[in-house]
């Protein structure tokens, strides 16, 4: 399996209050996408992945009308 770097932002919707809260950790998967698929396996979403050249998945999701980000950097 691969070891990923992820970071998982939930962007904040509310007027006046551009924070967002970003959550860090380590994983180990054979498959980014399966992951999330995992992850949000209870909720009923969408993403767009973008491949970046040196190896960096990002997925913007949106579920619950709420947009998120998850990023995996391999280690």
């Known amino acids: 399996m691969k070891e990923y770097e992820t970071v998982w932002e939930i962007f904040n919707e509310c ?3 551009q924070m967002r809260d970003v959550f860090f950790d ?3 998967t054979d ?6 698929k995992k992850k949000f396996d209870d909720k009923v979403f969408t ?4 491949d970046k050249p040196d190896g960096t998945v990002i997925f913007d999701i949106v579920t619950s009308g709420i947009k998120q980000r998850y990023t995996f950097t391999e280690i």
């Open 15 to 17: 007027p006046n209050n």
């Open 31 to 36: 498959d980014p996408e399966e992951y999330l």
């Open 47 to 50: 993403y767009e992945r973008i």
């Open 26 to 28: 380590e994983i180990e």
